[in-house]
């Protein structure tokens, strides 16, 4: 039996739809594509997914069978297997995880912007199109409901990817904060100034909190800093607290506004 979905392969609601199937009696036996296969069993078992390079999945295939497996195109696998968590060929796949998450927010927004694009020159075609034609009260209708029309496709190819892209983006940065990975992510810059400075701030101290780069200083001990982090200008006002007196120091948002 076949069952066409659109899932992003290993996600939790991709295995919730599959262990409903499940329920039903129906075990997972390959997937191509947006095509799951299925086979009716008396009893079939849970199941769990696992995100692992292409290689690891090569290596293992001889001692492991899972029930199914996905490839990405980069260099990304999922693999579904029915074994208990403690069972799990990769103990933590956190970092692999949030690869294909990274990669699924990045196509989600690819899509989004080719579909914009791809409504908006039928929309311009299509006005240049008319205008060649002779005006009548038919061609005007017509031209109008067509416009109605793309913008309609173009709003729902929005919302569409753009909820896409917010669902994988939240579950990016709920594994960065997890994993610690942050090297692949945006980062605002924000402006540090530490005032009557004897000398520079020892800023190697918290480094674990983003890359700091002295921008300039004058002779009345001012220090400026860039400072690129995820963290926002609460955290680094807080963080900054621990060692200076909030009267010392001022942290400037990345928009250009100070903190209140």
């Known amino acids: ?152 496709l173009m709003v729902a190819g929005i919302i569409t990817g753009a909820r896409a892209a917010i669902r994988c983006h939240r579950e990016v940065c709920r594994l960065i904060r997890v994993t610690g990975d942050d090297h692949e992510t945006w980062k605002p810059t924000f402006h540090v100034l530490f005032k009557h400075q004897q000398a520079a701030p020892d800023t190697t101290c918290w480094e674990n909190i983003g890359k700091w780069q002295l921008a300039l200083h004058n002779q009345r001990g001012d220090y400026y800093f860039e400072l690129k982090t995820t963290l926002s200008e609460l955290e680094i006002t807080n963080t900054l607290a621990q060692r200076f007196s909030k009267q010392d120091f001022a942290v400037i948002s990345w928009l250009g506004l100070y903190v209140v």
């Open 1 to 152: 039996m076949q069952k066409r979905r659109f899932f992003l392969k290993g996600s939790a609601a991709e295995v919730a739809w599959l262990n409903q199937q499940a329920v039903r009696g129906y075990q997972l036996t390959a997937i191509h594509g947006l095509t799951y296969q299925f086979t009716e069993v008396p009893q079939a078992r849970q199941l769990i997914a696992e995100y692992m390079p292409q290689t690891t999945l090569q290596a293992m295939t001889t001692v492991f069978q899972p029930l199914a497996s996905y490839r990405f195109h980069n260099d990304m696998a999922v693999v579904y297997s029915a074994v208990a968590p403690k069972q799990r060929v990769v103990n933590n796949d956190q970092q692999y995880r949030l690869v294909v998450y990274r990669h699924a927010r990045d196509m989600a927004l690819n899509w989004l912007n080719g579909w914009v694009l791809a409504v908006w020159f039928m929309m311009s075609a299509t006005i240049v199109i008319s205008s060649q034609l002779q005006a009548t009260p038919l061609l005007t209708r017509l031209l109008l409901v067509g416009l109605a029309l793309g913008a309609g």
